[in-house]
C-alpha cells in the first residue's frame, strides 16, 4: 500500500483527483446536435448560431459546384447519422435531391427553399432580362437565397429555434449567437448601401444568373446572363452573337466565377472596353470564421463596384 501511494504521489494532479470525492469529478459533456450545411455560406450562418457550442460539419469544399456535386460514401454516412441537414433545395444541390429522400427525414433536413419565412424570387434565363416578376412560385424560384440580408437573418432565427429544440440546454446560448450574428449582417447591410450608391456600377453581365437577390436589394443594374448552365461553355456561334451585343447594349462588364473558367470570356470581350471581373457568391476563396457571412457580402459589393 506504501508503495502504490509513492507512485501516485509523483503525479500531483492524479492524486489530487484520487482524493475528491465523487461529486466533485468534473461532469462529462453533454451531448450536442450533429449539424451538416451543404455549401459554405450555410455553413458560415450555422456556425455564428452554434457558436462554441457545436461544430457543424461542411458538405461541399474548395471548387465543388452544389449543381452537379455527386454524394461520396463517407459522405453519405455523414448525411445519414445527422440530426440536423441544412441546404437550400433541388434547384441548388440538385444531385443532393433523391439521396436525401432515404439519407435524412423531412424532420432532421431544413429545406430553406420550402421555408415561408423566404423571400423567393424566380428563376430567369439566359439572355437579357426585361420585365421579370417580383416573386416565385416555390417549385421555380432562384436557389441564391442566401444572397439577400434579409433571408440570412431569417436562416438565423430558424436555426436557433430548431437548435434550441434539438438541445434545450443551450437554447438560450443558441439565441444570443443568432442575435450577434444578426447585428453584424445588419452593419455590413448598412456599409454595402452606401458603397454602391457611391459607386454607382455600370450594367452588366453575369456569367449565370447568381446574382438576382443581392441585385434587387442594392438596385445593381444586371442586364442579362451568357448561359444557362454554368457548366456548358458557349460554341463559336453564340460568341459571335454575345460579342455583337455588348457593342449595343452598353455593358460594362462581365462577372464571372473564377472555377468555370476565363478563357474564353477573354475571347467575348477582345477588342472591348468591356471589363472581366470575378465575383465569389459562395466564398469559396473567403476563410471560415464568425465573420465569414458579412465579409462574403461586402466582398461581392467590392466586386461588383469594380464595374464603373
Not at 455523414?78 to 441548388?92: M, N
Not at 429544440?165 to 450577434?180: C, F, I, M, T, V
Not at 471589363?275 to 465573420?291: C, F, M, R, T, V
Request: proline share 8%.
Amino acid at each position: 500500500m506504501r508503495c502504490i501511494v509513492s507512485k501516485i504521489s509523483r503525479f500531483p494532479i492524479l492524486a489530487l483527483l484520487l482524493a475528491l470525492p465523487p461529486a466533485a469529478y468534473p461532469a462529462p459533456p453533454s451531448e450536442t446536435p450533429s449539424v451538416v450545411t451543404t455549401i459554405k455560406p450555410l455553413h458560415a450562418l450555422a456556425g455564428s448560431v452554434a457558436g462554441n457550442i457545436l461544430e457543424p460539419a461542411l458538405l461541399l469544399h474548395q471548387q465543388q459546384s452544389p449543381h452537379d456535386y455527386r454524394l461520396t460514401p463517407s459522405a453519405a454516412r455523414l448525411l445519414g447519422t445527422s440530426d440536423l441537414v441544412v441546404w437550400v433545395g433541388p434547384g441548388l444541390e440538385t444531385q443532393l435531391a433523391i439521396p436525401l429522400q432515404g439519407l435524412a427525414p423531412p424532420e432532421r433536413r431544413l429545406d430553406l427553399a420550402l421555408r415561408p419565412e423566404m423571400k423567393l424570387l424566380p428563376l430567369r434565363g439566359g439572355g437579357t432580362w426585361e420585365g421579370e416578376h417580383e416573386h416565385a412560385e416555390r417549385a421555380d424560384a432562384d436557389s441564391h437565397l442566401w444572397l439577400d440580408a434579409d433571408n440570412a437573418l431569417a436562416i438565423l432565427d430558424i436555426l436557433q429555434a430548431r437548435l434550441g429544440k434539438l438541445d434545450p440546454a443551450h437554447a438560450g446560448s443558441y439565441r444570443q449567437n443568432a442575435a450577434r450574428a444578426a447585428s453584424d449582417i445588419r452593419a455590413a447591410d448598412a456599409a454595402i448601401r452606401q458603397l454602391l450608391e457611391t459607386a454607382r456600377p455600370r450594367p452588366y453581365w453575369v456569367l449565370h444568373d447568381s446574382l438576382q437577390y443581392f441585385e434587387k436589394r442594392y438596385g445593381l443594374e444586371g442586364a442579362g446572363a451568357i448561359m444557362v448552365n454554368p457548366d456548358r461553355i458557349p460554341g463559336a456561334k453564340r460568341v459571335l452573337e454575345l460579342r455583337g451585343q455588348l457593342r449595343t447594349q452598353n455593358i460594362g462588364c462581365i462577372l464571372y466565377e473564377e472555377r468555370y473558367g476565363r478563357r474564353w470570356i477573354e475571347v467575348l470581350i477582345e477588342d472591348s472596353n468591356v471589363k472581366a471581373i470575378p465575383i465569389d457568391p459562395l466564398g469559396l476563396e473567403l476563410e471560415e470564421g464568425a465573420d465569414f457571412y458579412p465579409k462574403l457580402l461586402f466582398n461581392l459589393a467590392q466586386q461588383i463596384a469594380q464595374c464603373h
